[in-house]
Each structure stands twice: as C-alpha cells, then as structure tokens.
C-alpha cells in the first residue's frame, strides 16, 4: 500500500559525505568528462564530500552488483544522502534485487530523474519514503560553464533545506545538447533560447495532494511489468508529474501510453498534472526551431486530448521545468505538491 503520509529522509549539511551511484547505465566509465566536472561542483558549490562505490564507474554491471552498492550507500552511516550519477533504460531489473526492510531502516534522500522513475517509485512504494526526481551529476551538476542559479537553487533547496519551495516560472530554456566527449562542450555555457513559461489548462482551482509519476517511456515499463504500481484507489487525489525524455517518443505514443492508464482507471484518479517541458532535440537526432515547436505542439494535444477522454476535470500545467528540461527544478517523489491555478503558482515540499 502506499504510504498514507510521506516520511521524508533526514537531510545531510555542508561538510557531510554522499553517495554517487550508477543504478542504471555507468556512463562514467565512458564520458568521464561531465562527470568529473559534475564531482567537483558537489565539492565545491555545495560542500559535500563524494563517496563512490564499486559499479560508479564501469559500464558493464549486473542488476545484483548495481542493488549492492545501493545496499552499501543506504546503509553506510556516514552517508547523508544518495545521487544518481545519470539515467539509463534497464534500472526496472535492479528493483527484485533490492530489500525494501534494509533501505527502510536506513532512510536517506535519493536525487535522480528519467529511468531513475523506477527506483523513486520503489522508494515510496515499498520503501515509504520521499525521493527527489531531478538532478544527476553528469546532466545538471556536469552542466557545461556553469549549473543554472535555477537548478542550482532548487538543488540547494531539496538537499539542504525543509518546508515549502515555490517552482520557477522560465522564460528562458536550453534544449540542444552537444557531445559529451569533446572538451570543447564545456568551454561555454548552452544556449538558452526564449519560451512563454507555463500553460494551464482548468486553472480553476486548488489542488494539494502527493505526488506520483516520473518519466512516461520508463512509468509504461513499469505498468508494463506490473513493478511498484499499487491498486489505482490508492492513488485517488495525489499530483501525477510526468516528462518525456531525448528518445523524444511520438505524439501518438504519448497518447497511447495515457489512453492504457486511462483504461486501467489510474489517470482518472489525479486531480492535477504537471506535465514537463518536453526534450525536442538531441545529439543523436538534431532538429530544426519548426520541428521543435511541432513536436512540443502534437505532445501537449495528446495529453489534452487523453485528459479530456479520462480525466476531464483535471487541473494540467504543460512546459513545467522538471525532466529532461534546462533549467530542471526537482520534484519531490511522494511528497506534497500544490497546484494554486487561480494563482498560477506550483508549491513542494522539501
């Protein structure tokens, strides 16, 4: 059953030891750039002293060697905190590996995003604890130039602090990315290009509640495999929080991935949306300004077009900064989300 209040982990401080684990792809071992860079911003910018663990850094772990240095970060008592070094695609194989008692007794904050959607959901699910989905030490803190002060703040915030944390509205965002292993990249910060903010859908009302969701390609893996997804009453009134990644999947595939939670009953369930900015281009597939905005177009009418069939009186907040956006703001997983639409404003808890 899913925990009917959220128990959010102790905090670590400046001067405290965290965990950087590889739970999904060690691309470490292959693009040691980003993240090295990214270490360092942990030392410096954040006074935290970095503990790595046998699979950090190689590419070619088991799910069984990957929960154990999960095991080994969770349980180690000068550890504070644990963050994802990056994402990957088969993180769903670790969670039969895990022991959701041992991560339990030890409970710790988790930062990551994207297929780390598997090991949050495993969190609150099983373990009853609050993750954080966002940041990676190869994307945001491995960022080139500089981390964006928005990210940056709302890392600061969801590490360090407690209470209530209002998201940032951007009128300014980055999509394209450039090669991770050529030093060039990090000579100069992305470019960031104009963007109109927040779009809001039945801004009608309030909405609090906890929230549920991550990013779509990996939650349709899950419900695929029935792993961490509980009875859909259970998740009557909490916030759905969704993003999709650079795989950048179809208008057509997004609408189909909603039209089965609708079947199932679940999208019915969520009074609220936020749906995060969605990634139009990447190293491996470059687009042009037209296709972007097409792209970002076609997804937001899928999802309008699902909420309207399941969910009707849903209250939706569309290019919100969470997920594979520049600049990202974090989330809490499990934890308490308000969305005040006569207000246009979107509330965490920390």
């Given at each position: 059953m899913l925990p009917a209040a959220p128990v959010y982990p102790p905090k670590p401080r400046p001067g405290d030891r965290v965990a950087v684990v590889s739970p999904s792809g060690g691309l470490p071992e292959l693009l040691p750039m980003p993240y090295e860079l990214g270490l360092r911003r942990l030392r410096e910018e954040f006074g935290l002293e970095v503990v790595e663990y046998p699979g950090t850094r190689r590419l070619r772990t088991t799910p069984r060697e990957r929960a154990a240095d999960l095991h080994a970060a969770f349980t180690d008592p000068s550890v504070k905190a644990v963050i994802a070094s990056i994402g990957g695609d088969d993180q769903i194989a670790v969670l039969p590996e895990?022991?959701?008692?041992?991560?339990?007794?030890?409970?710790?904050?988790?930062?990551?995003?994207?297929?780390?959607?598997?090991?949050?959901?495993?969190?609150?699910?099983?373990?009853?604890?609050?993750?954080?989905?966002?940041?990676?030490?190869?994307?945001?803190?491995?960022?080139?130039?500089?981390?964006?002060?928005?990210?940056?703040?709302?890392?600061?915030?969801?590490?360090?602090?407690?209470?209530?944390?209002?998201?940032a509205?951007?009128?300014?965002?980055?999509?394209?990315?450039?090669?991770?292993?050529?030093?060039?990249?990090?000579?100069?910060?992305?470019?960031?290009?104009?963007?109109?903010?927040?779009?809001?859908?039945?801004?009608?009302?309030?909405?609090?509640?906890?929230?549920?969701?991550?990013?779509?390609?990996?939650?349709?893996?899950?419900?695929?495999?029935?792993?961490?997804?509980?009875?859909?009453?259970?998740?009557?009134?909490?916030?759905?929080?969704?993003?999709?990644?650079?795989?950048?999947?179809?208008?057509?595939?997004?609408?189909?991935?909603?039209?089965?939670?609708?079947?199932?009953?679940?999208?019915?369930?969520?009074?609220?949306?936020?749906?995060?900015?969605?990634?139009?281009?990447?190293?491996?597939d470059r687009r042009g300004g037209r296709q972007r905005r097409a792209y970002r177009e076609a997804q937001r009418a899928a999802v309008l077009r699902a909420l309207a069939e399941y969910a009707p009186e849903a209250v939706a907040v569309f290019d919100v900064d969470l997920g594979h956006t520049d600049p990202q703001?974090?989330?809490?997983?499990?934890?308490?989300?308000?969305?005040?639409?006569?207000a246009r404003r979107i509330t965490v808890r920390y």
């Open positions: 895990l022991d959701g008692a041992l991560v339990r007794a030890h409970p710790k904050p988790f930062f990551g995003y994207s297929d780390c959607t598997n090991l949050l959901a495993w969190l609150s699910t099983t373990a009853g604890l609050v993750g954080y989905h966002g940041i990676s030490v190869m994307a945001e803190l491995g960022r080139p130039g500089a981390m964006h002060p928005v990210t940056a703040d709302s890392l600061r915030a969801a590490l360090f602090d407690w209470g209530s944390y209002e998201l509205e951007s009128r300014a965002y980055g999509d394209a990315e450039l090669p991770w292993d050529d030093p060039e990249t990090f000579t100069r910060e992305p470019v960031m290009e104009p963007c109109d903010g927040w779009r809001w859908h039945r801004p009608d009302r309030v909405v609090e509640g906890l929230s549920w969701g991550g990013n779509l390609e990996v939650l349709a893996w899950m419900l695929m495999a029935d792993r961490e997804v509980r009875p859909v009453e259970e998740y009557a009134g909490r916030v759905l929080f969704l993003e999709t990644s650079e795989e950048m999947p179809t208008a057509t595939e997004v609408y189909r991935t909603l039209r089965s939670m609708g079947e199932r009953g679940l999208l019915g369930q969520f009074p609220a949306l936020l749906m995060g900015r969605a990634k139009t281009t990447s190293v491996f703001q974090v989330v809490p997983y499990g934890g308490t989300v308000r969305v005040d639409g006569p």
